[in-house]
């Protein structure tokens, strides 16, 4: 499986985000429930028309957009 085939671009949804192919579920809004600690189970419980395939593909477009994109140094925090 290939992120290709799951995570689509169309300018009139969800403003050209990148979505799962057929929804309107942005992978930001994917990352942002695994980042706050949402599990894979969690996720497909809520979003029942959603397989482990479309996280997976989310976080492997995330990866690659990453890696292509430029680093954004964050600043270092003083305690």
């Known amino acids: 499986m290939h992120w ?4 689509e671009q ?8 990148p979505v799962i192919r057929g929804t309107r579920i942005t992978v930001e809004h ?14 497909l419980e809520s979003y029942p028309h959603l397989k482990v395939d479309d996280i997976r593909a989310a976080l492997s477009y995330a990866a690659q ?6 680093t954004i140094l964050l600043a270092e925090i003083s305690r």
């Open 4 to 7: 290709r085939d799951r995570i």
């Open 10 to 17: 169309n300018p009139e949804v969800m403003l050209g985000k």
């Open 30 to 43: 994917l990352l942002e429930k695994l980042g706050s600690g949402w599990s894979d189970t969690q996720i």
């Open 65 to 70: 957009s990453l890696s292509s994109d430029e």
